[in-house]
Structure formats: structure tokens, C-alpha cells
């Protein structure tokens, strides 16, 4: 299978992209409002602190949202249509862009528990989804 | 003898959508749509002093003075705005804004957007492939790239909160292809539509269909805002600005607040509180319509019926232009085509038109007010207008 679209990190979402590599899901906590934060940022969108710590997330999440794209909406993605386009809600609670491997596209229903898993290509490893068992 | 009304639009011109363009550029649609539109509103190039476009091919920046220049304008007001298909109706507060100001007092509000059936529009990849986003890094490995999947993620969730549109979604483009059949402009007029085959044709993202999505066509639109002593001296009624309102709340869907309630609302509400005219007055509402689940959810968010709502609205009212409850009367774009930014402005030249009783074999009876909305991005950009007219 082709390699996803490649992401370009920033100094800011680099630690994101490293923990991936070692197949860890993290995002970030706001030492000034506790709020858990999705993508990486310099400053918290909830209260403006800069006091932002990398922590691990569960993995676990639900299926807030889908689709099926039936075709192709990148072309590096053209050989596995049809696939999933996932929003998937953190139990932590921020909400990710993601897809869901290993389930008939036909048997996903929004609110389905979800697990984190790992898709390495050559350079990056991607976090995506499995239904929860 | 009226007294004065607030700015006011008096003139539109906008061109027929098409699949190609072919040689014309940014600046040669432009310049054609910009004299036309003057010379509706019996004014010429050398009276603007005001301008307002949006991102273009043509620049990469500092799109305003390269226009205005390639024009021959002397400007005290320029600007660009980059609100995706909401770039139109926030036009046109920004416009009154800058006359109220003083900073002009003619205000032309020109979209343009050459397309060739390569399908490269100023939205396209050379702009892509340079961007650092955190769309390009989070969303776009995945393939949540194109509007159709990220409308589709929120007609997902909606029918998982409401329950199956499927009918409505279809009810929505029918009635709009009958709108169509009496605009000659709309690419789809004269070729009826059944709910049967919006049903039957092509899944492209679960739920939405192929006669679910928009056409992507190329053209352009204008209109042109004057200050309100001068829009009572134009040829045609004047059209005041009545109302505005405008709410961003993100870029990419995953990160909006909500799927369901959206920023329409916020948008909606400001724009009838500041027309001080209700939701009842309205004749003909022209709303932004770049899937046929995108009219549901503005049919709700800006108040004309409650939440999980609006398929029933659909069923109980007649969407056609001699309907009980007119909607994009042109046939919205789903029916005239989607030319980007322009295809906004086609909401608003139909508003303009039906409000001067240039409705043609379309014409709404007995209008008085017209409500259009604008939305850009995967419900990112919300803009909306209540629009009057000055009967003499």
C-alpha cells in the first residue's frame, strides 16, 4: 500500500510524531485549565497558558463521526478506496482525524468503542483506529 | 419621496456557470462582470471607490490593488476576502461598514473564478502542496481533504441524532431543479430531476449521493453597494443591506464545537436582530447550498424551523418559487452550478433580482424581505444578510 500523505512537523507537534514512532499516543494537558489538548499547540485554545505538558492518552476512544469515501480524495489514498475517514472522540476528550482498519466499513456505527493502533510507512507512523474488542 | 436607506445594492450582473472557461483569466472575467455590474446600476468603472474581491490565481498577493489597477480605479476602500463560499454575503456588511465610515461610497463586491474542466480552480494543489497547516499534518494523511467527506461526516451524525434525510436531502435538489427550469442561467435548466434518481445515483461519501453535491463550474458575479442618498437616484429599486451577521468557529470540521448546531445560528441571530424583521417576513430565503444536507441544517441553525426538524419543514412546505416557503429560487447551486466564491454571490444576485421583481417567469409574488445565507469551508465561515427594497 502507498505511504499516507506525509505530515511536515513543527518544533511544536515534533514530540507528537516521536511518541508515535514508538507506537504512543500522546496529547497535551494544560497546566493552566487541565484541559486536554488536540493538534499540538504553543498556547492552550481553552485558556491561553502556555504551560502545555506532553501526556500519554489511553488509546481509547469513540466513534464520534464517518464517512466511506468510495473514491479517492488524495492520490496516494487511491489504492485503498473505499476507506474510512474517521472523527474519533478522545476519552481524554478532544476529537482527532483518523480512520478505522479492520472492520467492514458496512458494520461501523457512530459511538463504537475504539482502540488506537499504529500504521508505520517508511518514515512516519500514523495513529489510527480498530474497533475495541 | 423615501427617506434615505442605508447602503444599498443596486446593481448585479453574473455570468452563466460553465465547465470551462477556456482562455479567460481572473482579471478578464473581472474586468467583464465588473463593467456589466456598473452598468446595471447605471454607473461606470470611473465612479468605485470602493472595491472588494477574494484570492485569486492571478496574485498571490495583494489581489485588490492588482484588480484596481488592471481597472483604472482610484480606491479609498480595498480589500480581499477569504471566507470561502461566505465570502460573497460577508461582502456585502463589509461594504456597507466602509460606506457608513465614509471610506467610499460606491463599493463594487466582484467574484470571478475561470475553471477548466482540468478541474484547477484558485482552491487548487499548487496551494495545497505548499501548505504547513495543521490540516496538512492531521487531517489530510487520512483523506479528510475535499468538503464532500467532511459534509458527509456531518450528515452522518446528524441522521444518527435526527434519523434518515435521505428523502429530504432529495426533496431539496428536485425542488430546486423546477427553480431551475426558469433561469435559463443555471447550468441544470431544463433537465427535470426525480427523487427516484437523486436516490439511485452514485454513493460518493456515505451518506451523501452524487446529486447530493454541487457542480463545480466556473464564472463569475457581482454587485455593486452604494451609499444610501445615491441608491435612491439609481435606475433600479434600491435593495438596502438591512442586516449582517458573521461567526468562524474553525477550519476543519473535526475541531468545530459541534456537527449538529453550527454557527449559523450565531450568524442568523445577529443578522435578524440587526434588520429588526422576523423570520416570518421572509419571502425568499437564498440559502448557501453546497449539499443538499447543507440546507437542513441552515433550514434549522438560522431559525426557520427547530433542531432535527427540518426534513419534516421540507415535507410539509413547497420549495418552488410559487411555494410556500421559497428557496433559491435560481435553483441554488446545486441546480446553477458551483463556480467557488462566485457561486456565494449567486445567492445574493438571486435575492437582488426576486427583490426588484426581476424574477422573470421565477418571480416570488408580493416580496418584501429576502434572507441569504453564506456558508465557506466544512461549515467553517458563516455569513448572513437580511435584504430589503426601497418600492417607490
Not at chain 1, 514530540?15 to 507506537?23: K, N
Not at chain 1, 499516543?25 to 492552550?44: D, E, K, N
Not at chain 1, 489511553?58 to 466513534?63: A, D, H, N, Q, V
Not at chain 2, 437542513?296 to 418559487?321: R, Y
Request: with cysteine; net charge negative.
Amino acid at each position: 500500500m502507498t505511504g499516507r500523505p506525509t505530515p511536515h512537523p513543527s518544533p511544536v507537534t515534533r514530540p507528537f510524531w516521536a511518541a508515535c514512532a514508538r507506537h504512543e499516543l500522546t496529547i497535551q494537558r494544560c497546566g493552566g485549565c487541565s484541559s486536554a489538548v488536540f493538534y499540538p499547540r504553543p498556547v492552550c485554545p481553552v485558556c491561553g497558558s502556555s504551560r502545555l505538558d506532553w501526556v500519554a492518552a489511553t488509546g481509547r476512544g469513540t466513534l464520534y463521526s464517518y464517512t466511506v469515501a468510495r473514491r479517492a480524495t488524495h492520490r496516494r489514498l487511491a489504492d485503498r478506496v473505499p476507506y474510512v475517514i474517521a472523527i474519533v472522540e478522545l476519552d481524554e476528550g478532544p476529537r482527532l482525524t483518523s480512520t478505522v482498519i479492520g472492520t467492514d466499513p458496512a458494520d461501523l456505527a457512530i459511538g463504537v468503542r475504539l482502540q488506537v493502533d499504529f500504521e508505520d510507512d517508511e518514515t512516519v507512523s500514523f495513529p489510527v483506529f480498530r474497533v475495541a474488542s | 419621496m423615501s427617506a434615505v436607506p442605508p447602503p444599498s445594492i443596486v446593481g448585479v450582473a453574473e455570468r452563466a456557470p460553465v465547465r470551462d472557461t477556456g482562455d479567460e483569466t481572473d482579471l478578464t472575467l473581472s474586468a467583464s462582470i465588473a463593467v456589466e455590474a456598473l452598468a446595471d446600476a447605471g454607473l461606470g468603472l470611473s465612479d468605485v471607490d470602493g472595491l472588494l474581491t477574494h484570492p485569486m490565481d492571478v496574485a498571490s498577493r495583494l489581489v485588490p490593488s492588482t484588480l484596481g489597477e488592471y481597472l483604472g480605479m482610484r480606491l479609498g476602500y480595498a480589500d480581499s476576502v477569504d471566507l470561502g463560499g461566505a465570502t460573497a454575503v460577508g461582502m456585502l456588511w463589509r461594504a456597507a461598514a466602509a460606506i457608513r465610515a465614509g471610506m467610499c461610497s460606491v463599493c463594487l463586491c466582484l467574484t470571478a473564478v475561470p475553471r477548466t474542466t482540468a478541474g484547477t480552480t484558485h482552491t487548487g494543489p499548487t496551494r495545497r502542496t505548499a501548505d504547513l497547516s495543521p490540516w496538512r499534518e492531521f487531517d489530510v494523511p487520512y483523506g479528510n481533504i475535499g468538503a464532500t467527506e467532511g459534509y458527509a461526516m456531518i450528515a452522518m451524525r446528524y441522521e444518527h441524532e435526527f434519523g434518515d434525510t435521505a428523502r429530504a436531502r432529495a426533496e431539496i435538489a428536485v425542488a430546486q431543479r423546477a427553480n431551475a427550469a426558469h433561469q435559463p442561467k443555471a447550468y441544470f435548466s431544463g433537465r427535470p430531476l426525480d427523487v427516484d434518481e437523486v436516490l439511485a445515483s452514485e454513493l460518493i461519501a456515505d451518506p451523501l449521493r452524487k446529486l447530493d453535491c454541487v457542480l463545480p463550474t466556473g464564472g463569475a458575479a457581482a454587485v455593486v453597494v452604494v451609499r444610501g442618498d445615491l441608491a435612491l437616484r439609481a435606475p433600479r429599486p434600491a435593495v438596502p443591506i438591512l442586516g449582517a451577521g458573521e461567526a468562524v468557529t474553525h477550519k476543519t470540521i473535526t475541531y468545530a464545537p459541534s456537527l449538529t448546531d453550527t454557527a449559523i445560528k450565531d450568524s442568523a441571530d445577529r443578522a435578524f436582530a440587526a434588520a429588526g424583521v422576523a423570520r416570518s417576513a421572509i419571502g425568499l430565503a437564498s440559502l448557501y447550498d453546497c449539499y443538499t444536507s447543507t440546507v437542513l441544517l441552515t433550514l434549522e441553525d438560522a431559525g426557520f424551523c427547530a433542531k432535527g426538524e427540518a426534513a419534516a419543514f421540507v415535507g410539509d412546505h413547497d420549495l418552488t418559487w410559487r411555494g410556500s416557503f421559497p428557496l433559491n429560487t435560481h435553483g441554488g447551486q446545486l441546480s446553477f452550478g458551483q463556480s467557488d466564491v462566485a457561486g456565494g454571490m449567486s445567492h445574493v444576485t438571486e435575492a437582488v433580482l426576486q427583490l426588484q421583481d426581476r424574477g422573470e417567469g421565477r418571480q416570488v409574488r408580493d416580496l418584501r424581505y429576502a434572507f441569504v445565507h453564506g456558508n465557506g469551508g466544512i461549515m467553517s465561515e458563516q455569513a448572513s444578510v437580511v435584504l430589503g427594497v426601497v418600492v417607490s
